[in-house]
Structures are given as C-alpha cells and as structure tokens.
C-alpha cells in the first residue's frame, strides 16, 4: 500500500522560508515520481515539481522555479520542499503524490499539510 504524509506546514510571516516534508516507503520512491502540488484558498491546485524516481534532477514549474528547491534524504524514504521568501499568495495545502511526471498522473496523495503566510 502506497502511503504519503507529508508535515512541516505552519504559520509563517512573509519573506521567512519552510521546509515541508513527504515521506513515504522506499519502494514508493523508487517506483513513483513524487510530485508537489499545492492549492490555495478558492484556487485550482497547481504543479510545483515532479521528482523522478532513482537519482534523476528534479523538475519545477516555469512560475514557481527559483524560490522552491526539492531535495532527498539519503535514506530515500522522505522528500523535501523548502519554500523561501514566502510570500501571501503562496498560503495553501500543500501535497505530495505517487505517479508520473511525463503524464501527470498521479494515483497516490497525501492528506496535505497547510501553510499560512501571514504579510
């Protein structure tokens, strides 16, 4: 069964930066790209990054590249997305999910973790 939790959601004042957290089962992340998606408050939910399974460079949204860096445990089981100058509009749930980044089908979700930007 394939599992994703992601944490490390919060209150945060704009311009601070957060480290969100997915962790998930080795043969998760070995057999699944893992995605970051995120939806705001009355907004459609928007693709942040895709991360191919094995040791393979990471792809990010045109929009969103630059203040948002994925990153990998060294035990494979939890993968990071650090957020920097946060600003109002990047409040939101934020997921991790299980598929494929090159159809964008993604079959297994977390729960999400929320994140408030305050100005």
């Known amino acids: 069964q394939v599992q994703l939790v992601e944490s490390g959601g919060g209150l945060v004042q704009a311009g601070g930066s957060l480290t969100l957290s997915c962790a998930a089962s080795?043969?998760?992340?070995?057999?699944?790209?893992i995605g970051w998606f995120r939806q705001g408050p009355g907004k459609e939910r928007e693709g942040i990054s895709c991360s191919p399974s094995g040791d393979r460079p990471t792809y990010y949204a045109g929009a969103l590249k630059g203040r948002f860096t994925v990153s990998r445990e060294s035990a494979k089981t939890t993968l990071y997305l650090r957020i920097n100058d946060l600003r109002p509009e990047d409040t939101a749930t934020y997921h991790c999910a299980a598929g494929d980044c090159a159809t964008e089908i993604y079959k297994f979700w977390g729960q999400g973790t929320p994140v408030t930007v305050s100005p």
């Open positions: 080795t043969f998760t992340y070995n057999t699944y790209d």
